[in-house]
């Protein structure tokens, strides 16, 4: 499995945890796997995002301690 793969794996992990609606959860590699866009349902991003985004902040910093996602960005799409 590549680098890419495995990040974005570690991101749809972190996010079916939070969400309620586990079948919107879409991560898509963008800028050759560089950049991970996370998709979720209009109910579920609030929850993703955090309160002043706490929850996306602590995603990001561990998606980039990881050793597969330190090269990555994590992008919450609407």
Do not use: C, P, Y
């Not at 890419?4 to 590699?29: N, Q």
């Amino acid at each position: 499995m590549s680098e890419s793969a495995d990040a974005s794996e570690l991101v749809r992990f972190m996010a079916t945890a939070l969400v309620g609606d586990v079948e919107a959860v879409d991560v898509v590699e963008v800028d050759d796997g560089r950049t991970l866009e996370l998709e979720t349902s209009a109910d579920d991003r609030g929850r993703v995002i955090g309160r002043q985004g706490r929850v996306a902040k602590a995603m990001r910093a561990v998606l980039a301690a990881s050793s597969v996602g330190a090269n990555h960005r994590l992008e919450i799409v609407d």
